[in-house]
């Protein structure tokens, strides 16, 4: 069985307060998500997210597929 390499791209757009996610496998892009609206707590708390804290993010119901 062939490894995939999975990789998340995140960008922040600091006036609606969410974040596009995209997700590639094998440097090809399979989804984009965008968060729901947050406040300026939890958007500044989640700028800091790793790629593996995204990852466990989107087995939340907290964004949408875009």
């Not at 500044?44 to 907290?62: A, C, G, V, Y």
């Amino acid at each position: 069985m062939k490894n995939l390499n999975e990789t998340i791209k995140v960008k922040s757009n600091k006036a609606n307060r969410t974040f596009t996610i995209r997700k590639y496998i094998d440097n090809k892009f399979l989804a984009k998500y965008r968060t729901c609206e947050m406040t300026k707590d939890e958007f500044n708390s989640e700028e800091m997210n790793t790629e593996n804290d995204w990852k466990q993010f989107l087995k939340s119901d907290n964004y949408y597929k875009v």
